[in-house]
């Protein structure tokens, strides 16, 4: 064989992309020929520089696909319990304790949201946000996807991110906010039904009439949960048990539901108690902005 | 027979994907994200760019799979050139985009003297990798793009020829003999910037 014909099959031959009998004859040729074995080291040096230019992809074209390729699900350690976490290109579906196998998730994923979802890995933000939920710190506004619930349930469980960390709210303020004040029990029902619990704080919504309240994953957890939040828990069971339903200021002339923010500064000596919307509108209290507990029904 | 059972699980993650098999999405991406990266970097030159194309190739690749082809077809289709080819096209296509949308001239986004200049003057405090793979590039971008793709496939991606040609859809014998005119090309393009490093 030829230098000019070797040279050409030079690269098939470092790959051994050839017919045996081509593969032999080059190997003879290059046994005499030193140029030629010296083209053939430098396309392997060409090679090698070219595979120094291999990058990887950012860990953010994984994530994207997992979120866009139908409904997935994942387990999450939180500090509450290994977590099954549902999701979609819309955010968050569900989140349940683990306490159910993969195949009971799936199935009742399945019955609330309509698809089957497939188990796979969980984009690192939503794990993160659960864990913190969980965990009580302060949480990060991760998108959901309720759309397979109704307008008004998807309305009210919204609401619940506007109750602070630390603070609970009455159902029957959330009734108001939602703009049907009469459907307390709906409220509840929403509640209960919550498919995103902690992410979407039911725990931070308490019964009207005072104390801590039934949470779906037990009551004992809530209490947990709120503790975790840092909200005077004790506090707030004691105040259901004496009928206190807001706290009064006497320097300001406001008065909040004992919880918020503007009512836990208030210096002890000015603290009223107050046992009703009457009793403050009588003694001449306005409502707080912020937890804005007028209208309350009692 | 070990690799026998290796090999059927790679010919048949196209069809696992087509069946939803668990964490078959999750193989397939994880398996060729990087390479696919690798190779839309290099053909647009902008990391965010090869982001977008990466994505929407794999996206469309899953649909496919999953959607319009049936299992027959799955089983038959050859997984790394055809992923290859889809982001080829659609790098193509976002650069022609780009092109006529963009403000700057063509031989700015193109061939970029300004970033030769940049990568030179860093290659000049890079340690050795580096700075052979800046000079790489450099002598890629002296290419033109048709025969740039051919070297990236087949040194970077090492690619064989049969498959090469499956991706750029053109005939073996062809790809061979572009390769190697290229690689002299090539050669001389790496000469001329390592004296002028030297310098």
Known sequence: MRCNAVLEKLDAFRTGELRRRELEEITAHLASCGSCLQELAEIQRIATRARGMRTSAPEAVFERILMSTGDRYAEVETDLGRMWVGFNARGITMVHPRAQEAEAFEDSYEKRIGRRPLRSAIPKSYARSLQRAAAGTLPVDTPVDLSSLSAFEQKVLLLLRRIPRGEVRPYAWLAREAGRPQAVRAVGNAMARNPIPLLLPCHRVVPTAGGIGNYAFGSALKRELLRREEAPVDEIEQLGHAGVRYVGCRSTNIYCFPTCHDARRMRPENRVPLRSVQEADAAGYRPCRHCKPLAVAS | ?199
């Not at chain 2, 496919?64 to 193509?92: G, H, M, Q, S, V």
């Not at chain 2, 003297?113 to 003057?121: H, L, M, N, R």
């Not at chain 2, 793979?133 to 793009?145: C, F, I, N, V």
């Not at chain 2, 070297?151 to 020829?161: G, K």
Request: hydrophobic content about 45%.
């Open chain 2, 1 to 199: 027979m070990r690799s026998e059972v290796a090999v059927e699980n790679a010919d048949n993650l196209a069809v696992a994907v087509h069946r939803s098999i668990d964490g078959a999405i999750e193989r397939l991406v994880r398996l060729y994200q990087d390479a696919l990266f690798s190779y839309a970097l290099r053909l647009l030159r902008d990391r965010f760019d090869a982001q977008e194309v990466v994505q929407d190739a794999l996206l469309r690749a899953i649909r496919a799979l999953t959607l319009r082809y049936d299992e027959e077809r799955c089983k038959d289709l050859d997984l790394r050139p055809w992923l290859f080819r889809i982001t080829r096209n659609l790098a193509y296509n976002w650069r022609r985009a780009r092109r006529y949308s963009a403000e700057v001239p063509l031989t700015e986004t193109n061939d970029s003297p300004g970033q030769s200049f940049q990568s030179q003057a860093a290659a000049e405090r890079m340690p050795d990798d580096l700075e052979q793979q800046a000079s790489m590039q450099m002598a890629l971008d002296r290419l033109s793009s048709g025969v740039r793709e051919l070297i990236l496939l087949r040194f970077m991606e090492e690619m064989s020829y049969a498959e090469i040609a499956a991706v750029v859809n053109s005939s073996e014998s062809s790809v061979r003999g572009r390769v190697f005119r290229t690689l002299r090309k090539l050669r001389r393009a790496l000469e001329k910037i390592g004296v002028r490093n030297a310098m």
